[in-house]
C-alpha cells in the first residue's frame, strides 16, 4: 500500500486542477467528494487501515467489493494513513498542504486531536475550502452525537411523516439525509471556490445533516413553521394537493399527478367523468383536498375497471401526469427507454464495474469516469 503519492491533476472536466483532499466516510463526504471527481477534480480519498465502513457493509457485492461502498467513491484514489499515527499524519498535512478542498465528516472535536481542524490547516495553505459535514453540528451540546442517516430521518421529523397512521413512522428506503447533506454541501463548496476565485480567500463550509432536513422537508416544514402544526403522514398521498398519489386499478396500482385544475379537468373527461371538474366540491384544489375521500373514490370507481397499462395509456394521451410503480429493476429499464443512458461501465483491472451514471449533463465540460472505485490503499 502507498502511503507517499503526488497529486496527479485530471485532464478535463469542469474541475479539472482541482486538488480535493477526502477524509470522509459512509455515503455524506464521499457522495460529495466523487460528485467533484466527476466534474474533474483530483480526489484522493485517505482510509484509516480499516478502510472506509462501507466496504464491510453488504451483501450485496460485486466481486468482492460492497456495493454500497460502489455507490459513492469512483474517481478516487485511496491512501492508507493512520491518523492517530504522528508519521501518517504528517503525511496527510503535506497533502493538506497543497489541497484546494479538504472534505471531512468526523464528530466534532476529533479533527482538532488529529491536528487536522479548519484554524490548523488554514495556517498552512490560507486559500484551502475546509467542508466539514456534522449530524448535527458542532456545539458543545452538540459533540459526542454521531449520527447515521437513520437517526437523523428519527429525531429529524422525516419519518413521522413517512408511511401511514397504520403503518406508524416509517424510513425512507434510501439514505436520503446523507445524500442530500453531501449535495448542500457540494453546492457550498462551489460557491466558496467562486469566491476565492475573485478573492483569493479560502473560508471554512460547515453543514449539519439536522439542518438539511430541515430545510430539504420543503413545504413540510413551512407547513409546521406557518400553522404550528406537525404534519402527519399521509401515506402515497399528498397533504395539500389532490388526486397527486397512488390509485388502485383493476391489476395494481397507478400514480396519477394532477397539480393544477386544467390537468384535474383532462383527467375527468378522460374518465367519462368530466363533470367533477365543475362540481362545486371539486372545482379546485384546495375544495378537492377538502373533500379528498369523495373525489378519489369517484376516481377510482373509473379505474378499477381498467389496467394500470390502459389507464397509463389514457392519461398520458390526455395530457395527465402518470406512471406505474416501477422497482429499481423497472426504473432502469424506463430511463434507459427514454434514452439517459444511466448506467456507465468503468474498466477497473479489467473488469467492467456497473455504476450509476452521473445526473449531470454539461455541454463544453462533461462529466467524465475516469477511475473505478479503488481498491484500499491503491493509490
Not at 508519521?87 to 471531512?104: F, N
Not at 437513520?150 to 439525509?177: C, D, E, H, R, Y
Not at 398520458?316 to 424506463?334: E, H, K, M
Request: charged share 20%; glycine share 12%; hydrophobic share 40%.
Amino acid at each position: 500500500m502507498k502511503n507517499d503519492i503526488d497529486w496527479t491533476a485530471a485532464q478535463g472536466g469542469a474541475l479539472g486542477g482541482l486538488r480535493v483532499l477526502d477524509l470522509t466516510r459512509v455515503l455524506a463526504g464521499p457522495y460529495l467528494t466523487m460528485m467533484l471527481g466527476d466534474l474533474g477534480a483530483e480526489v484522493i480519498k485517505i482510509e484509516r487501515p480499516e478502510g472506509d465502513d462501507t466496504r464491510g457493509w453488504g451483501p450485496p457485492f460485486f466481486g468482492d467489493t460492497a456495493t454500497y461502498f460502489l455507490a459513492a467513491n469512483r474517481n478516487k484514489r485511496s491512501v492508507v494513513f493512520d491518523l492517530t499515527d504522528p508519521r501518517d499524519r504528517s503525511r496527510a498535512e503535506r497533502l493538506a498542504a497543497t489541497a484546494d478542498v479538504i472534505v471531512e465528516n468526523f464528530r466534532p472535536g476529533v479533527t482538532e486531536r488529529l491536528g487536522l481542524a479548519y484554524e490548523q490547516l488554514q495556517a498552512i495553505n490560507p486559500g484551502v475550502i475546509y467542508c466539514s459535514i456534522t449530524a448535527f453540528g458542532d456545539s458543545p451540546q452538540a459533540r459526542g452525537l454521531a449520527g447515521y442517516d437513520m437517526i437523523l430521518q428519527s429525531v429529524g421529523g422525516l419519518m413521522s411523516i413517512t408511511g401511514t397512521t397504520q403503518t406508524g413512522p416509517v424510513k425512507v428506503g434510501v439514505a436520503l439525509v446523507d445524500v442530500l447533506a453531501g449535495l448542500h454541501a457540494g453546492f457550498a463548496v462551489l460557491a466558496a471556490l467562486r469566491h476565492r476565485d475573485h478573492s483569493g480567500q479560502g473560508q471554512k463550509v460547515e453543514v449539519s445533516m439536522l439542518n438539511v432536513l430541515l430545510a430539504s422537508m420543503a413545504n413540510q416544514s413551512s407547513a409546521y413553521l406557518g400553522t404550528g402544526d406537525s404534519p402527519t403522514p399521509a401515506g402515497n398521498a399528498h397533504p395539500s394537493i389532490v388526486p397527486y398519489q397512488t390509485l388502485r386499478a383493476a391489476d395494481g396500482v397507478v400514480t396519477i399527478a394532477c397539480g393544477n385544475d386544467k390537468q384535474f379537468a383532462a383527467l375527468t373527461a378522460a374518465l367519462g367523468i368530466a363533470e367533477l371538474a365543475t362540481d362545486p366540491k371539486f372545482s379546485t384544489n384546495t375544495l378537492r383536498v377538502r373533500n379528498r375521500r369523495e373525489v378519489i373514490e369517484r376516481i377510482e370507481e373509473q379505474l378499477t375497471a381498467m389496467t394500470v397499462g390502459d389507464v397509463i395509456d389514457l392519461l398520458l394521451d390526455a395530457g395527465v401526469p402518470a406512471g406505474p410503480v416501477n422497482d429499481i429493476a423497472g426504473a432502469f429499464r424506463y430511463a434507459i427507454e427514454l434514452g439517459l443512458d444511466p448506467v456507465v461501465y468503468i474498466d477497473h483491472g479489467g473488469q467492467q464495474v456497473p455504476q450509476v451514471a452521473s445526473p449531470m449533463r454539461m455541454s463544453g465540460t462533461p462529466v467524465n469516469y475516469r477511475r473505478a472505485p479503488p481498491t484500499l490503499g491503491s493509490g
